[in-house]
């Protein structure tokens, strides 16, 4: 059921369940059912779109080299303006990815296991990363769990914020099918939770987080990015919420089912992952 004919359902139910309770029968976040697309300018929009192309390109750009390659493009606008959207997108040229998941110092931070770990079999290594994709009026954020050895996409979600649910609700999905030895993320807030991690800890499955400022420790999930937004986001220009959860369903049976990796001798993900084949390396 599409995320419009549940929002429906809700609007024109009158029984006596709450809100909350009909978003969790129907499987929809309340931030979701809530949502509507942020306001923003026609300039504004256009600028942030120019700017998130440029940074997915040049993830180590501050404002300062950011205008400059607007500039390049005939878009010009100070550094102070530039500054105040690379802020509201999640952009940091700090830290070489879309900073989604902001630490928190209260919660436990894990160390790396990956450095020289050679991985040879599916769900030996799990990931997952959130990041920022436009609408055309707004943005949403998108989470995904993929597995290092056949770069399989185990689950995905999107949310309207940045709220720990969506990224255990991913988690779950995933971990409904199977659970990998390591589960490797960033030092995000939503990942160091104990929402979270409490789910990793009780299934034994150890837990590994990248340094900062290390966004090549994640690296794979980076390509998963990339490949995203150049082969669907940017392409759709999604309208809405719903334009965005249809168009990326399309595209992860794409990616999973029928897109060849040269990675992995030209195999797709789900040739690797569910068949166990081998790639060469």
Same mark, same amino acid.
Request: aromatic share 16%; proline share 3%; hydrophobic share 35%.
């Given at each position: 059921m599409s995320y419009d004919a549940r929002r429906r359902m809700i609007e024109e139910n009158n029984n006596a369940l709450s809100i909350r309770d009909q978003c969790k029968l129907l499987g929809l976040h309340r931030s979701n059912y809530y949502y509507e697309p942020v306001s923003i300018s026609g300039a504004t929009d256009e600028l942030m779109k120019a700017v998130d192309g440029i940074y997915n390109d040049h993830p180590y750009f501050g404002a300062r080299r950011m205008v400059v390659a607007l500039e390049a493009k005939k878009i010009f606008v100070g550094r102070k303006k530039i500054r105040s959207i690379m802020r509201a997108m999640g952009l940091e040229a700090m830290y070489p990815k879309p900073n989604m998941s902001k630490h928190n110092p209260l919660h436990r931070v894990y160390p790396y296991l990956l450095k020289?770990?050679?991985?040879?079999?599916? *769900?030996?290594? %799990?990931?997952?990363?959130?990041?920022?994709?436009?609408?055309? @009026?707004?943005?949403?954020?998108?989470?995904?769990?993929?597995? %290092?050895?056949?770069?399989?996409?185990?689950? %995905? &979600? =999107?949310?309207?914020?940045?709220?720990? *649910?969506?990224? #255990?609700?991913?988690?779950?999905?995933?971990? +409904? @099918?199977? !659970?990998?030895? =390591?589960? /490797?993320?960033?030092?995000?807030?939503?990942f160091t939770s104990i929402a979270f991690t409490d789910e990793l800890a009780k299934r034994s499955i150890q837990i590994s987080m990248d340094g900062r400022g290390r966004a090549l420790d994640n690296v794979f #999930?980076?390509?998963?990015w990339r490949s995203v937004k150049y082969e669907e986001v940017?392409? @759709?220009?999604?309208?809405? #919420?719903?334009?965005? &959860?249809?168009?990326?369903? &399309?595209?992860?049976?794409?990616? /999973?089912? &029928?897109?060849? !990796?040269?990675?992995? +001798?030209?195999?797709?993900? @789900?040739d690797v992952h569910c068949n166990g084949r081998r790639y060469d390396a």
């Open positions: 020289d770990y050679k991985i040879i079999r599916p *769900d030996e290594v %799990w990931s997952s990363d959130i990041t920022y994709i436009r609408l055309s @009026h707004g943005f949403i954020y998108l989470v995904a769990i993929i597995d %290092w050895y056949s770069r399989y996409v185990l689950a %995905w &979600r =999107i949310s309207t914020s940045l709220d720990v *649910d969506f990224c #255990v609700d991913a988690l779950l999905e995933a971990l +409904g @099918h199977g !659970h990998p030895s =390591i589960f /490797n993320t960033d030092q995000g807030s939503q #999930v980076e390509r998963l940017y392409i @759709h220009d999604y309208e809405s #919420v719903s334009d965005a &959860r249809s168009g990326l369903e &399309r595209y992860f049976e794409f990616y /999973n089912m &029928r897109r060849p !990796h040269q990675s992995l +001798g030209y195999k797709t993900p @789900h």
